[in-house]
């Protein structure tokens, strides 16, 4: 994908349903007894191999564009698939379905592209194993292929060494077949659409402070059913975010991305533009289907470097790659710290947003936990590898719209992870 400098960005957008509340809306859907409808669905490839797993698991969903539609069976209702689960490039489905699958009376294999097969599974099978579960890698320690075989499991306490929604999720999920309560306790809050949307479909969880550690903590205890809910999916900030990026780094632009779901817990985007003196105001704030929403208006705006670390970085995590581009774009230095997480991310994206960054001009150092840019309020074209990373396409894609010169995506058609539709939005002339 060629990229050549665009401005005058103007007008209205829409970005596509959020991938993380779009995949959980398959799998409690699918646990659920009774019909759930779905609407904004996000049909990036990621949720369709969530909606592919269910489907080999004896669920039938039908998909009418955006809106789909399940028809669960139960917590207890699915059944052993013939063969592999295809879980293609998407960490979300592989971390939740260890969980899920570690509650259920039969075995089933996962496995990945190469990406996804090298990411560490290590993380969700430790507690898993804690609680019981048997989950074995077949080819490399701590990576998919894995396969989990069925064992009875006894609620814990685990303390998680990372602020991942994918770990807590996967604990959290065992814990609806466990015995006994479960309890995750996480070093800062990550994303909390397991413990709003497990709620709304009938689970006994509640989320708090851990009284031994004062760190957030959510418990769930031993489930019976789930029951069918309706769901509207807010549009994704972290699709958002790019809309977000060209609108304050583009010249002479004001735009208007509607919809957008802005759950404090995936805000950080917001407050990290506002930080660096970018003009953004939250418009006609809403609540959809139990999620807050607004719609978002930028404009062209001068932005100053700063420091982005600590309880921050999990509420802003996927949109780091495109951070560090208007931090490039802007004047004086922003620290990224406390991201050491971007490193098992569909690449190293401290790696792969250093690389590409430096090809393109900028200062920019990589770190042990994230990164450092000097500002120079300036960009080049550059050939960018993308590694077949989608946040990475999309990143750089909104650098070349302000570099001088042009931009060759490389395998930009990986965008169809969690943004099908992103080349034909209206950013690119
Ligand atoms: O739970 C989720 O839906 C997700 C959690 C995040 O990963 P971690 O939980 O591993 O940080 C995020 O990067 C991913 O895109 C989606
Ligand atoms: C990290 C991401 O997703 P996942 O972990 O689900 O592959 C992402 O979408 O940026």
Avoid: W
Wanted: aromatic share 4%.
């Amino acid at each position: 994908m060629i990229v050549r400098p665009n401005g005058h960005l103007r007008g209205i957008y829409s970005v596509p349903g959020d991938k993380s509340v779009s995949h959980r809306s398959v799998m409690f859907g699918a646990l659920a007894k009774g019909t759930t409808h779905v609407t904004n669905f996000l049909t990036g490839a990621d949720c369709l191999s969530t909606i592919d797993c269910f489907r080999k698991m004896g669920i039938a969903i039908e998909e009418n564009g955006n809106e789909i539609t399940i028809h669960g069976k139960g917590l207890r209702g699915l059944s052993k698939p013939e063969t592999i689960l295809d879980v293609g490039n998407s960490g979300t489905t592989t971390r939740l379905l260890c969980g899920l699958l570690s509650g259920q009376d039969f075995s089933a294999t996962m496995s990945g592209d190469d990406s996804l097969n090298s990411r560490p599974m290590g993380r969700v099978q430790v507690p898993l194993a804690q609680m019981g579960a048997e989950l074995v890698s077949l080819e490399t320690a701590g990576c998919a292929p894995l396969q989990v075989n069925p064992h009875p499991l006894t609620g814990i306490r685990y303390v998680s060494p990372v602020a991942s929604a994918q770990v807590k999720s996967a604990v959290l999920l065992a814990g609806l077949y466990a015995q006994g309560e479960t309890t995750v306790v996480e070093p800062t809050l990550s994303r909390n659409h397991t413990e709003l949307m497990l709620k709304a479909f009938g689970a006994d969880i509640a989320a708090g402070v851990d009284a031994e550690t004062g760190l957030p903590c959510a418990t769930v205890q031993p489930c019976a059913e789930l029951y069918a809910q309706d769901i509207q999916v807010p549009s994704d900030i972290s699709s958002a975010a790019y809309f977000m990026a060209a609108g304050l780094l583009a010249k002479d632009s004001c735009l208007t991305i509607q919809n957008v779901g802005t759950n404090p817990t995936r805000a950080g985007m917001i407050a990290v533009c506002q930080q660096m003196g970018g003009n953004v105001e939250l418009r006609n704030p809403r609540l959809a289907g139990g999620e807050p929403i607004a719609d978002i208006q930028v404009s062209t705006s001068k932005l100053y470097g700063i420091t982005i670390g600590g309880d921050l970085i999990p509420t802003l995590i996927d949109e780091i790659p495109v951070i560090a581009v208007m931090a490039a774009m802007a004047e004086g230095t922003t620290i990224i710290k406390d991201a050491a997480e971007l490193k098992v991310k569909e690449t190293n994206r401290i790696d792969t947003v250093v690389s590409n960054l430096k090809a393109m001009g900028a200062d920019i150092t990589a770190t042990d936990d994230g990164m450092i840019i000097h500002g120079t309020g300036k960009l080049h074209g550059a050939t960018i590898q993308s590694h077949l990373d989608h946040r990475i396409a999309m990143a750089f894609a909104i650098a070349g719209l302000v570099a001088e010169g042009e931009t060759a995506i490389q395998d930009a058609h990986c965008v169809d992870v969690s943004f099908p539709t992103f080349f034909q939005t209206g950013l690119f002339a």
